[in-house]
Antibody, heavy 119, light 107 residues
Framework: EVQVVESGGGLVQPGGSLRLSCAGSGFTFSTYSMNWVRQAPGKGLEWVSYISTSSSTIYYADSVKGRFTISRDNAENSLYLQMNSLRDEDTAVYFC????????????WGQGTLVTVSS | EIVLTQSPATLSLSPGKKATLSCRASQSVSSYLAWYQQKPGQAPRLLIYDASNRATGIPARFSGSGSGTDFTLTISSLEPEDFAVYYCQQGSNWALTFGGGTKVEIK
């Protein structure tokens, strides 16, 4: 069974940092691109970042560019999101999402981890 | 950035009725469009990709159509479990973008 499980969310002050993790299982992690997608409370979905299988291609939404860094460790079947200079508007549930093979869509999602940025 | 506009914002229908949801792109995305279903407190679920292909395990009552800038998700006969929020998403250009969602509620 394919599973992706996020961890690392919590309460952080504006300007602070947080690192999210996502553990993949039930599939060959190293052969699938991965993404982070977020959802602010009561709002819609916002794509955050993409990383290719070998980490050679990375994309970010303009809203997080220069502050967030996506990475992966294929040996550990893990995906990461390092979030720096956090703002109030970064408050959201962050989902780890596996990409459909060779497509820019998301076929498996974790349950999400809540990041709250507040003083 | 490609903007996706979904309509209507809310659709009130009874079980057994047909639901028609619209998604319009600010520029052509060819057929690179997906639809997701999200229920409260849950992660989204992929329903349709490449405009008209059903994802694994999705019932046949869900169908997608369209290309270019205008797309439609049709639920042929609403089941109780279909009342949820539906999002479209374009996979044509970086940055990937989602529509604002259509809530399908019980009338």
């Amino acid at each position: 069974e394919v599973q992706v499980v996020e961890s690392g969310g919590g309460l952080v002050q504006p300007g602070g940092s947080l690192r999210l993790s996502c553990a993949g299982s039930g599939f060959t992690f190293s052969t699938y691109s991965m993404n982070w997608v977020r959802q602010a409370p009561g709002k819609g979905l916002e794509w955050v970042s993409y990383i290719s299988t070998s980490s050679s291609t990375i994309y970010y939404a303009d809203s997080v560019k220069g502050r967030f860094t996506i990475s992966r460790d294929n040996a550990e079947n893990s995906l990461y999101l390092q979030m720096n200079s956090l703002r109030d508007e970064d408050t959201a549930v962050y989902f780890c999402a596996k990409a459909l093979r060779f497509k820019n869509y998301f076929d498996y999602w974790g349950q999400g981890t809540l990041v709250t940025v507040s003083s | 950035e490609i903007v996706l506009t979904q309509s209507p914002a809310t659709l009130s229908l009874s079980p057994g009725k047909k639901a028609t949801l619209s998604c319009r792109a600010s520029q052509s995305v060819s057929s690179y469009l997906a639809w997701y279903q999200q229920k409260p407190g849950q992660a989204p679920r992929l329903l349709i990709y490449d405009a008209s292909n059903r994802a694994t395990g999705i019932p046949a009552r869900f169908s997608g159509s369209g290309s270019g800038t205008d797309f439609t998700l049709t639920i042929s006969s609403l089941e109780p479990e279909d009342f949820a929020v539906y999002y479209c998403q374009q996979g044509s250009n970086w940055a990937l973008t989602f529509g604002g969602g259509t809530k399908v509620e019980i009338k």
